[in-house]
């Protein structure tokens, strides 16, 4: 960690490219298995299609690229239009590149040739994408067409579908369209220590720039001007090119806005003396993200309510860290923090009652209505929430979980309880038959323009517990000092 000076003690570590070389065998050993387990043949390919690159609506303005995130986990390409195949019977991987008109020499930079790629992304061949047809065709050692598995299937936390390959000769092909995508999506819910330590690093360097954003942060400067201090350092002295997600700067009453930060609401208000801030930004290191996110006060010191608010939110967050395990199954981490922040505020006599008749009244989703947490990977909300037969749940709060399942080692998954005062959820539950009885109507009333707070970690479940990936100050009196000019971490003294 840095210490109070504006530099870093970290650089960018190397990318090793057996990672994706590892991700490849995983996914072949599952696939085979899985073929195996069914009585089907052990041939094909498996055969996916990477990124394009997007202009802006109609215009020549190109976006910057980001790779599309299973071709990402199985060759680690950064260029766009690349395919990429994997064959079933060898276990050979072949990269399928674009060929490039000769005026990109003039534009974009040196025309890479195929020997190039085959050497930085570890693959056994590298053709062009005009041959994919003849060279899978060459490679098929069965009868028949050859068959290819292309990748289609849920994202449920978007509700889209992932997109099967298109090449001019698909038809060429046998395809199948269901076996695939479950299984790679298994393979990215456990992670290997090559990609443990990728993550790592995006935590690292996202945990010493919200430090330093903490630091710097002053009444009357505008919620960007913090965007803008993460964005920096963490590209400064990370090499991070890419946010995990769109930064979420929000201050006083817009702490209660769960996705505040994006176009309509661009992190433009200025800071206010008493206000808190929420800051949730995660930089993202060849593909594999972090997602953290600190509350405190922008004026450096905590008051008697925000205090209260804090630590209930803190209490939940290490709690759940506490007993995190495999086999510990999330719904239960969830409802475990949802008790303690009520239990919380009912100590600060902001709702008054049986807890437990509130937990079944769903209270809780009152004030925290979005889910404990999900899977981080290469996607901030990485697949494989939900397996084939598990259900969402119907309730509020629980409806919002991205996934019901329980832990097992290799999992990461960020543990981020919250407290908001959101009118638009306090408003009805307070006039319910159901739970107005819960609510302290002249306490409450203090806290109407409160926003929220939400204190995020990435965690790794292991063998036998869970380590904490992110390394923020966290307690009240950590903060203050930080926020003060004490280094973090903090020098202990006598």
Same mark, same amino acid.
């Given at each position: 960690?840095?210490?109070?000076?504006?530099?870093?003690?970290?650089?960018?570590?190397?990318?090793?490219?057996?990672?994706?070389?590892?991700?490849?065998?995983?996914?072949?050993?599952?696939?085979?298995?899985?073929?195996?387990?069914?009585?089907?043949?052990?041939?094909?390919?498996?055969?996916?299609?990477?990124?394009?690159?997007?202009?802006?609506?109609?215009?020549?303005? +190109?976006?910057?690229?980001?790779?599309?995130?299973?071709?990402?986990?199985?060759?680690?390409?950064?260029?766009?239009?690349?395919?990429?195949? +994997?064959? +079933?019977?060898?276990?050979?991987?072949?990269?399928?590149? $674009?060929?490039?008109?000769?005026? *990109?020499?003039?534009?974009?930079?040196?025309?890479?040739? !195929?020997?190039?790629?085959?050497?930085?992304?570890?693959?056994?061949?590298?053709? #062009?994408?005009?041959?994919?047809?003849?060279?899978?065709?060459?490679?098929?050692?069965?009868?028949?067409?050859?068959?290819?598995?292309?990748?289609?299937?849920?994202?449920?936390?978007?509700?889209?579908?992932?997109?099967?390959?298109?090449?001019?000769?698909?038809?060429?092909?046998?395809?199948?369209? =269901?076996?695939?995508?479950?299984?790679?999506?298994?393979?990215?819910?456990?992670?290997?220590?090559?990609?443990?330590?990728?993550?790592?690093?995006?935590?690292?360097?996202?945990?010493?720039?919200?430090?330093?954003?903490?630091?710097?942060?002053?009444?009357?400067?505008? @919620?960007?001007? !913090? /965007?803008?201090?993460?964005?920096?350092?963490? #590209?400064? *002295?990370?090499?991070?090119?890419?946010?995990?997600? =769109?930064?979420?700067?929000?201050?006083?009453?817009?702490?209660?806005?769960?996705? *505040?930060?994006?176009?309509?609401?661009?992190?433009?208000?200025?800071?206010?003396?008493?206000?808190?801030? !929420?800051?949730?930004?995660?930089? @993202? *290191?060849?593909? #594999?993200?972090?997602?953290?996110?600190?509350?405190?006060?922008?004026?450096?010191?905590?008051?008697?309510?925000?205090?209260?608010? #804090?630590?209930?939110?803190?209490?939940?967050?290490?709690?759940?860290?506490?007993?995190?395990?495999?086999?510990?199954?999330?719904?239960?981490?969830?409802? !475990?923090?949802?008790?303690?922040?009520?239990?919380?505020?009912?100590?600060?006599? +902001?709702?008054?009652?049986?807890?437990?008749?509130?937990?079944?009244?769903?209270?809780?989703?009152?004030?925290?209505?979005?889910?404990?947490?999900?899977?981080?990977?290469?996607?901030?909300?990485?697949?494989?929430?939900?397996?084939?037969?598990?259900?969402?749940?119907?309730?509020?709060?629980?409806?919002?979980?991205?996934?019901?399942?329980?832990?097992?080692?290799?999992?990461?998954?960020?543990?981020?309880?919250?407290?908001?005062?959101?009118?638009?959820?306090?408003?009805?539950?307070? @006039?319910?038959?159901? =739970?107005?009885?819960?609510?302290?109507?002249?306490?409450?009333?203090?806290?109407?323009?409160?926003?929220?707070?939400?204190?995020?970690?990435?965690?790794?479940?292991?063998?036998?517990?869970?380590?904490?990936?992110?390394?923020?100050?966290?307690?009240?009196?950590?903060?203050?000092?930080?926020?003060?000019? /004490?280094?973090? $971490?903090?020098?202990?003294?006598?």
């Amino acid at each position: 960690m840095a210490s109070s000076s504006s530099s870093s003690s970290l650089s960018p570590p190397g990318v090793p490219m057996e990672l994706h070389v590892t991700n490849r065998e995983k996914l072949l050993s599952s696939l085979r298995h899985e073929l195996s387990h069914s009585s089907r043949p052990l041939h094909g390919f498996v055969f996916l299609q990477g990124g394009d690159e997007q202009t802006r609506h109609d215009t020549d303005h +190109i976006e910057l690229f980001r790779q599309e995130s299973f071709f990402a986990y199985l060759f680690g390409v950064r260029e766009p239009g690349f395919y990429g195949a +994997i064959d +079933i019977v060898t276990g050979n991987s072949i990269l399928f590149a $674009p060929r490039l008109p000769s005026d *990109y020499a003039v534009w974009l930079g040196e025309i890479k040739p !195929l020997s190039h790629f085959k050497k930085r992304y570890m693959v056994s061949m590298v053709y #062009y994408t005009d041959e994919i047809t003849g060279i899978l065709h060459d490679q098929f050692q069965g009868s028949g067409k050859p068959l290819l598995f292309l990748l289609h299937g849920l994202n449920t936390d978007s509700n889209n579908y992932a997109k099967p390959a298109e090449f001019e000769g698909v038809d060429k092909f046998e395809k199948d369209l =269901t076996t695939l995508h479950p299984i790679l999506t298994e393979c990215r819910v456990l992670k290997s220590d090559k990609e443990l330590a990728l993550i790592q690093f995006a935590n690292d360097i996202s945990s010493e720039a919200h430090v330093e954003v903490m630091r710097k942060t002053r009444v009357g400067m505008k @919620e960007y001007q !913090l /965007e803008s201090m993460f964005l920096h350092h963490t #590209y400064m *002295y990370g090499g991070c090119r890419h946010c995990s997600y =769109t930064c979420i700067c929000a201050t006083g009453e817009n702490s209660s806005v769960l996705h *505040y930060g994006h176009a309509a609401a661009p992190n433009d208000r200025a800071l206010e003396d008493g206000d808190m801030a !929420l800051l949730d930004m995660g930089a @993202e *290191y060849h593909f #594999y993200g972090s997602d953290i996110t600190c509350s405190f006060p922008v004026n450096g010191k905590f008051t008697s309510d925000q205090s209260l608010i #804090y630590n209930a939110v803190l209490d939940a967050h290490d709690a759940v860290i506490s007993t995190m395990k495999p086999g510990v199954n999330w719904v239960d981490m969830h409802l !475990l923090a949802e008790k303690i922040v009520l239990e919380s505020l009912k100590k600060g006599c +902001i709702i008054v009652g049986n807890v437990d008749d509130m937990m079944a009244e769903r209270l809780g989703a009152v004030f925290m209505p979005h889910g404990l947490g999900h899977f981080l990977g290469i996607d901030t909300h990485d697949p494989g929430g939900y397996l084939k037969g598990l259900e969402r749940r119907k309730e509020p709060g629980l409806r919002s979980l991205r996934t019901v399942r329980e832990l097992q080692g290799g999992m990461v998954i960020t543990v981020e309880p919250g407290c908001y005062f959101i009118d638009a959820l306090l408003l009805p539950a307070m @006039e319910s038959s159901n =739970t107005s009885r819960f609510f302290n109507q002249e306490v409450i009333g203090r806290f109407k323009c409160f926003g929220g707070v939400r204190i995020e970690s990435d965690v790794h479940v292991t063998a036998s517990g869970c380590k904490n990936m992110t390394n923020c100050p966290r307690k009240i009196w950590e903060i203050e000092a930080v926020m003060a000019g /004490e280094p973090w $971490p903090l020098v202990k003294t006598l």
